[in-house]
T-cell receptor, first 111, second 118 residues
Framework: ETGVTQSPTHLIKTRGQQVTLRCSSQ?????VSWYQQALGQGPQFIFQYYREEENGRGNFPPRFSGLQFPNYSSELNVNALELDDSALYLC??????????FGPGTRLTVT | AQTVTQSQPEMSVQEAETVTLSCTYDTSESDYYLFWYKQPPSRQMILVIR????KQQNATENRFSVNFQKAAKSFSLKISDSQLGDAAMYFC???????????????WGLGTSLAVNP
């Protein structure tokens, strides 16, 4: 195990709702990244935080937002959920920004 | 933009035998990192091995080794003495060595599903 935890494990939401996913980084890791993995695909980068500041973002709309807290835990917020947002959401922490250690993921289903 | 290609959607190997998974990438950068990750049915992405582009020596981690051919932009993973627990989806990923903005992201291939037959 990597020491990165995510909650919840699964959740089901309705289109138009909002969701918050949580990630607890491995101790000593000050960088956290979030990825979306659709079924049968590789992960797609959403954004990265370093010391509570967003310092990189992929091609995701502004309704995907995040936070990193002083203890380096993190949240991913998605507003106005769409059916295509159904995916596995992966959080990864890193001590250096290079190698990334992943949590078990949150499976989001939007109906 | 960088891309990563895994041309083998599925592979299988007999237990105790050796299998090689292929990965090619495209980049104009000279300094970067390459990774192989394993994703078992439990979904957790597990780092298997990493290679720094400036190192000529191929990385090795126990039964896992890579064949890094920088000029050919090829990065294959060899699994020796395959075990049932090696069955998983394997992803190849690229990361720029540049530390600014979106260069920090991992760029992923589509994965290779590896089955290990007893």
């Amino acid at each position: 195990e990597t020491g990165v935890t995510q909650s919840p494990t699964h959740l089901i939401k309705t289109r138009g709702q909002q969701v918050t996913l949580r990630c607890s980084s491995q101790s000593g890791h000050n960088t956290v990244s979030w990825y979306q993995q659709a079924l049968g695909q590789g992960p797609q980068f959403i954004f990265q935080y370093y010391r509570e500041e967003e310092n990189g973002r992929g091609n995701f709309p502004p309704r995907f937002s995040g936070l990193q807290f002083p203890n380096y835990s993190s949240e991913l917020n998605v507003n106005a959920l769409e059916l295509d947002d159904s995916a596995l959401y992966l959080c990864a922490s890193s001590p250096t920004g290079y190698e990334q250690y992943f949590g078990p993921g949150t499976r989001l289903t939007v109906t | 933009a960088q891309t990563v290609t895994q041309s083998q959607p599925e592979m299988s190997v007999q237990e105790a035998e050796t299998v090689t998974l292929s990965c090619t990438y495209d980049t104009s950068e000279s300094d970067y990192y390459l990774f192989w990750y394993k994703q078992p049915p439990s979904r957790q992405m597990i780092l298997v091995i990493r290679q720094e582009a400036y190192k000529q020596q191929n990385a090795t981690e126990n039964r896992f080794s890579v064949n890094f051919q920088k000029a050919a932009k090829s990065f294959s993973l060899k699994i020796s003495d395959s075990q049932l627990g090696d069955a998983a989806m394997y992803f190849c990923a690229y990361r720029s060595a540049e530390s600014a903005g979106n260069n920090r992201k991992l760029i992923w291939g589509l994965g290779t599903s590896l089955a290990v037959n007893p």
